[in-house]
């Protein structure tokens, strides 16, 4: 069974950064397409990046793009978003997926992903 477990979320004021990390247990990472997912309340889930299965193709969000940064350590069987000059508006519940089979416009939407993590709060605030 796919477990992934999201970490590194805070609180950082704005411009700061904050490295979220998404650890799997029970496979391996890289045959997944992983992403990266973030919904704030009373807002629809937004699709932030992905990394594609045994690739080093990227997806990112417009809203994203310039200042994160998704990245795969195989050794460590990890997915890392590293996020650079936070805003508030990129406050929410940030959250992990994994499938073997998603690319493309599922990166935008998390539709189809099978496996989720619990998700990490980040709060960007002075």
């Known amino acids: 069974q796919v477990q992934l477990v999201e970490s590194g979320g805070g609180l950082v004021q704005p411009g700061g950064s904050l490295r979220l990390s998404c650890a799997a247990s029970g496979f391996t990472l890289e045959d997944l397409t992983v992403g990266w997912f973030r919904q704030a309340p009373g807002k629809e889930r937004e699709g932030v990046s992905c990394?594609?299965?045994?690739?080093?193709?990227?997806y990112y969000g417009n809203s994203v793009k310039g200042r994160f940064t998704i990245s795969r350590d195989n050794a460590n069987n990890t997915v890392y978003l590293q996020m650079n000059s936070l805003k508030p508006e990129d406050t929410a519940v940030y959250y992990c997926a994994g499938d073997k089979a998603r690319w493309g416009s599922s990166c935008s939407t998390g539709v189809g992903f099978g496996s989720w993590g619990q998700g990490t709060q980040v709060t960007v605030s002075s």
């Open positions: 990394i594609k299965a045994h690739s080093d193709n990227t």
